[in-house]
């Protein structure tokens, strides 16, 4: 089988070398009946692990790493289930187009909803478990005894009764050769022992001495690379271009129209394609949305607020009739922007192109979803195309459900047949080209009656839908209601509503953009949050009631919200006297389901100069498999929702975004950093949670909430630098 082995440059070369700049091919070779080989001839024990003589044990995880972690959790737990040797361990990609030819073995290589582990670690686990098991029988196998008188651990097996000891990578040739166990029986959390720990990452050692190839590094003999420019509105054209003006430059081999709605330039170093690119002139047909602006924008979300028609996303009781008896109502209009991934990486692909073969290099979270568009876009048959996965230099959502970057790449290198093409974004058009966190506005209405008591709520969300932009069929499907909408605040689900409200209506008037909408770490727990937990705070105030005391009422029927909530908010020091000139806030939600809750203590100078001190962030998300690396994603996910929160935002002028690089899209600083302490409460239970995306969502309301307590302003609109504060 094709394999993608952890990329670092010595690896690289030789496996590139091996099949003549491909990669090395693992293949069904005489040295015994149907023993299934890697690249490096060892033994394919089952699908997910290859033994290697000297005991080294490869782990093929199909999920994409892009600093997350998911790499190492998943090996961890084919590890645990195979009790080798951790030391031994080393991760491996396997193919998209293998993972087709072998009807799906590896199951879905999409990452992304925080789903690298949790929807992965019951199979993950019996290929682990499975495996072990043949090893164990080979070994009993040649001591001619039964192989429940064997154990494994630490890559060792042993018979117990005899004491006769031998090692996987002595077995290995014999296991691959017996039958696949059908009964599988996984081991019990509380048992592990690599599982659950936090073992140290298996990609940091080639991150830190440089060993570690991006796309963006990639070199391929004889490979030319190419820059690109699409229309910078949204929907318009090529009209025309002068490719005689830079077809003379230095380097340049080729200028080309790359579909209807973008040029690129072929040259032998990127820098001279991007040169000849920003001299080439270019005529664009830009349409229409050239008339869209910001404020045009804001309009058309600001009349669905008020809306008759609008898909319910959750409901209970009669709100509107509870609204309508109210002795009091309390009523706030929220609004949330445009906002850029931003990966340190921009997006890139390589790909090689000939009639009998078609070969893509990409960073990518979804390789399925790259494996399709080179499909599509090269022509050939799935046997005759293949996707290699790199790791990514950040990925957010920007590079699962979108492969335009790999479209553009194997259109190119069909202009340029036999030759390896490196397609490389600028910084400026990966920023132009977003997929970007969709624009949403929200009135919230609270219903009192006389004595104070929350009798009714509607939550009216006007904006834009991810999905009737990229999966219109789930869309269609559900009668035109974007489920997705709802996250956080849904009726049911991984993101179900954390509060028990009598008299409830969620519902949401879809109105879409021209700008292309897209899945941002988070999605739309990011806004809901916001609305719903600053509203929250501003119900307790109108209530005369102290925010966290006021939430529990409502919060009986969700112990695991509750339990998160309460961990924060002992862990703050909530309900005692704050340091001097500090104030605090909260928030909980549930996400991906986790259940997450945040305590901000935060400063103000000035009435707008803010310091978070310290965040406390409380996950329960079933299960740990690696807490160091769950400390790190709730650390790295403030860093994400307070940029977010103080700096950034993507505005719409003549139709395009007007951020094109980071003097425009900031992000936070380390000195601005504040204080994390991580609370990891997993619960167990049948249900996994995920890491990566819950616990962005919590940062900003709990910041808010704070603010609020330290200055008595509401801010109901982000980013917060609109409002003169700042972050110090």
């Given amino acids: 089988m094709t394999t993608m082995p952890k990329i670092n440059r010595r690896t690289f070369l030789l496996s590139t070398a091996a099949a003549g700049g491909g990669l090395a091919l693992g293949l069904r ?23 290697r003589p000297d005991d080294t044990v490869v782990v093929r995880v199909a999920r994409s790493e892009m600093g997350q972690g998911t790499i190492t959790g998943l090996a961890q737990l084919v590890a645990e289930a195979l009790e080798c040797n951790w030391a031994k361990v080393t991760p491996e990609y396997p193919p998209p187009g293998q993972n087709v030819a072998r009807k799906r073995v590896w199951g879905d290589f999409s990452t992304g909803g925080s789903r690298g582990i949790r929807m992965s670690h019951e199979y993950v686990r019996q290929g682990g478990a499975a495996a072990r098991m043949m090893l164990v029988q080979a070994a009993a196998n040649e001591w001619k005894v039964p192989a429940a008188e064997c154990s ?6 042993t018979h117990q009764a005899s004491g006769r000891k031998t090692t996987y990578g002595k077995v290995a040739e014999a296991a691959a050769k017996l039958e696949p166990p059908k009964d599988v029986k996984l081991k019990d959390p509380k048992d592990w022992k690599i599982a659950g720990k936090p073992v140290k990452r298996l990609d940091t050692l080639d991150k830190v001495t440089g060993k570690q190839i991006y796309g963006f590094d990639l070199k391929l ?8 420019m699409e229309s910078p509105v949204f929907g318009g054209k090529v009209k025309s271009f002068d490719a005689a003006k830079v077809s003379g430059m230095k380097g340049v081999k080729k200028v080309l129209q790359v579909g209807d709605t973008a040029v690129a330039v072929v040259a032998d170093t990127w820098w001279h394609a991007k040169t000849a690119l920003d001299a080439l002139t270019i005529v664009w047909d830009e349409g229409p949305n050239a008339k869209v602006s910001s404020a045009s924008i804001a309009d058309v979300l600001k009349a669905g607020l008020d809306a008759e028609q609008a898909f319910v996303g959750n409901q209970s009781g009669d709100a509107k009739a509870a609204l309508a008896g109210a002795a009091k109502k309390i009523e706030a209009v929220y609004s949330y922007p445009y906002q850029n991934h931003v990966c340190m990486e921009p997006m890139n692909a390589t790909a090689r192109y000939t ?11 979804d390789g399925e979803s790259s494996f399709a568009a080179l499909l599509s876009a090269s022509g050939l048959p799935a046997d005759k195309c293949e996707v290699y996965k790199i790791n990514l230099g950040g990925g957010f959502g920007r590079r699962g459900a979108f492969q335009d970057y790999v479209t553009q790449a194997v259109r190119i290198a069909k202009e340029m047949p036999g030759t390896p093409v490196k397609l490389l974004w600028s910084r400026e058009e990966d920023m132009r080209q977003g997929r970007f966190h969709p624009v949403m506005q929200c009135k919230l209405t609270g219903a009192f009656d006389a004595s104070n008591n929350l009798t009714g709520l509607h939550m009216r969300l006007s904006g834009q839908s991810i999905l009737a932009a990229v999966r219109p069929a789930v869309v269609e499907k559900d009668k035109g209601r974007d489920a997705l909408s709802f996250q956080g605040v849904f009726e049911t689900g991984e993101h179900s509503f954390g509060y028990t409200i009598p008299n409830l209506l969620i519902d949401h008037a879809m109105r879409n953009t021209h700008v292309p909408p ?27 009631q102290d925010p966290l005391e006021f939430r529990r009422k409502f919060m ?12 924060v908010a002992e862990r703050i020091g909530w309900g005692k006297p704050a340091p001097k000139g500090r104030f605090r806030g909260l928030a909980q939600m549930k996400a991906f389901n986790s259940f997450v809750a945040a305590a901000a203590e935060i400063s103000v100078e000035g009435g707008n100069k803010v310091k978070v001190h310290r965040i406390v962030g409380a996950t329960d998300c079933g299960y740990a498999v690696n807490p160091a690396q769950i400390d790190r994603q709730v650390a790295g996910s403030f860093v994400y929702g307070l940029s977010a929160l103080f700096m950034q935002e993507c505005t719409v002028k003549d139709g395009r975004i ?6 425009t899209y900031d992000s936070m600083r380390i000195a601005q950093m504040p204080k994390v302490e991580s609370i990891i409460m997993p619960t167990g239970g049948a249900i996994w949670g995920g890491i990566g995306e819950p616990t962005i969502c919590v940062a900003a309301p709990a910041v808010l909430n704070a603010f609020f307590q330290a200055t008595g302003k509401r801010i109901r609109s982000v980013p917060l630098k609109n409002h003169g504060i700042q972050l110090v």
């Fill in 29 to 51: 070779l005489p040295f015994g009946p149907e023993i299934v080989r890697a690249a490096d001839g060892s033994p394919e024990i089952n699908a997910w692990v290859v033994i």
């Fill in 152 to 157: 494994a651990a630490n890559s060792v097996i």
């Fill in 221 to 228: 003999p004889g490979m030319l690379n190419a820059a690109i």
């Fill in 355 to 365: 009639p009998d073969k078609c070969e893509v290099w990409v960073p990518t979270q």
């Fill in 518 to 544: 897209g899945f941002w770490r988070g999605v739309n727990i990011n806004q809901n949050a916001i609305f719903f937990e600053c509203f929250m705070d501003e119900l307790a105030q109108a209530a005369g």
């Fill in 556 to 567: 009986a029927g969700h112990p695991r919200n509750l339990g998160v909530l309460n961990a």
């Fill in 658 to 663: 007007e951020q094109e690089n980071f003097d």
